[in-house]
């Protein structure tokens, strides 16, 4: 590239962007063997795209997890908006990319044939920003599918790439920084809020209400039997989290990969999620699950165009081709599976614990005026009743269009 002057002066649109690195890194193998076939210059155009955003994505995962990195531990809450911008940004270029292989599909498989002997052993098997992608995501190495006993590390031997895949794999995933994160959600404190001990109450008050009640009620006894089995099925589910033993075995098996405590967290946010203070956190959950879609998505897309293309045959980089690839559309490749889990175990509005005062506080971004309002309900509340009852939910919202004041203490607790 031309040397860059810091104030630009020289610099042209194709210099800046160095087109001429770009564009004139198309080697059309059909042409160089005398047999020039039309499509094939498709098919290296849509693999250098493909190529070009995954760098895009890697960039924007890179400085996500660096965010979260923070050596406080904590996170700092003024830079979640960046996060959630990047994950938006990261979100979108997927589902580009999802859609993207309906160009490449206007190719017909015979057309394919005619150059894919060219290809040799090249595969998008030994994509290695596919790979970097996947795993700082925080893809479990366990349970990926091996293809011929072998696992996708034998296809690097440059000392680059395998440095690039160790280090995507010995620092944190977005996953495990994720996972610390919910773990230090506010209220989970068994000293404070407790939102552990409420939650597994205000569930079997539900679970009773709606299930056992109904099943009690019920004259006809096989009517009654079914009832009680579907109860029973109810407490089951939920045992499954609120047993810490009984949730690792869940994850030990891979059904789970969230730790308890981290499950939680999800649980708490995705429940108060209207609370001002985990508005964002909850945005930032939605978007990681999108994300685990759209790479379902990517490789749902993916498949269905090698089906049409090879039909059976096996890969260019050895494979079974398309039965290999479709093993990998399972949740064993979803790195936020309990996010999408959730919701069996969210809670109808009216039975949430509702939240204390203390704790309504803190989820709060409340003038000095409103904070001395809810205090003085708490006080109201109390003498009225001498047990820890959470208060009323009539603050909810109270900030609407009012300036926010926000303490130190406030400002990184994550
Ligand atoms: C005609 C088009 C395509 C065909 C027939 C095709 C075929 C295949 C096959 C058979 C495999 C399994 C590995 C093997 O044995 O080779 C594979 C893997 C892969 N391909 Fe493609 N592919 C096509 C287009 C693309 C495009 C446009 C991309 C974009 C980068 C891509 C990226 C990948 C990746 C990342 C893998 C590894 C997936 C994994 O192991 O989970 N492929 N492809």
Request: aromatic residues 10%; contains cysteine; glycine residues 4%.
């Amino acid at each position: 590239m031309e040397e860059m002057k810091p104030n630009g002066a020289g610099l042209t649109y194709s210099s800046y962007l160095q087109l001429n690195k770009v564009l004139d890194s198309q080697t059309v193998m059909s042409e160089v063997a005398g047999r020039p076939v039309h499509d094939e210059h498709l098919f290296i155009i849509t693999h250098q795209a493909y190529e070009l955003w995954f760098k895009q994505i890697l960039f924007e995962v890179d400085s996500i997890r660096h965010i979260f990195m923070n050596p406080s531990k904590t996170l700092d809450e003024s830079k979640t908006l960046n996060i959630i911008n990047r994950l938006n940004r990261v979100q979108l270029i997927l589902k580009l990319l999802a859609d993207q292989f309906q160009i490449l599909e206007t190719m017909t498989p015979l057309d394919f044939l005619e150059f894919r002997g060219y290809l040799a052993t090249a595969s998008g098997f030994q994509s290695l920003q596919f790979r970097l992608i996947e795993n700082k995501l925080g893809m479990n190495e366990e349970y990926r599918i091996k293809y011929n006993q072998q696992h996708y590390k034998r296809v690097f031997n440059d000392p680059q790439s395998i440095a690039m895949l160790e280090d995507s794999l010995s620092s944190p995933s977005l996953f495990k920084l994720v996972e610390g994160w919910l773990e230090r959600t506010p209220g989970l404190e068994k000293s404070e809020f407790n939102f552990w001990m409420k939650y597994q109450k205000a569930v079997n008050r539900w679970i009773e209400d709606c299930w056992l009640t109904v099943a009690q009620k019920e004259e006809d006894p096989v009517k009654k039997e079914t009832k009680m089995l579907e109860y029973q099925k109810q407490k089951d589910t939920f045992e499954s989290i609120f047993d810490p033993e009984k949730h690792q075995v869940l994850v030990d098996r891979g059904d789970r990969r969230l730790s308890h405590k981290a499950s939680q967290g999800a649980l708490m946010i995705s429940l108060y999620r209207d609370e001002p203070r985990f508005h964002q956190p909850f945005h930032l959950l939605t978007l990681l699950t999108d994300i685990d879609s759209l790479m379902t998505k990517w490789r749902s897309n993916h498949v269905m165009m090698v089906q049409r293309m090879i039909g059976s045959k096996v890969g260019t980089g050895g494979s079974s081709g398309y039965q290999y690839l479709r093993s990998t559309i399972s949740d064993r490749y979803k790195v936020f599976l309990d996010l999408f889990n959730l919701s069996a175990f969210l809670l109808p509005r009216d039975y949430i614990p509702p939240l204390t005062s203390a704790m309504k506080r803190t989820l709060s971004i409340l003038s000095h005026e409103q904070i001395a309002e809810l205090d003085a309900d708490f006080e109201q509340s109390q003498s009225s009743s001498d047990s820890d009852e959470p208060i009323n939910d009539k603050n909810s919202g109270a900030n609407n269009g009012q300036e926010a004041v926000r303490t130190d203490a406030d400002t990184d607790f994550f």
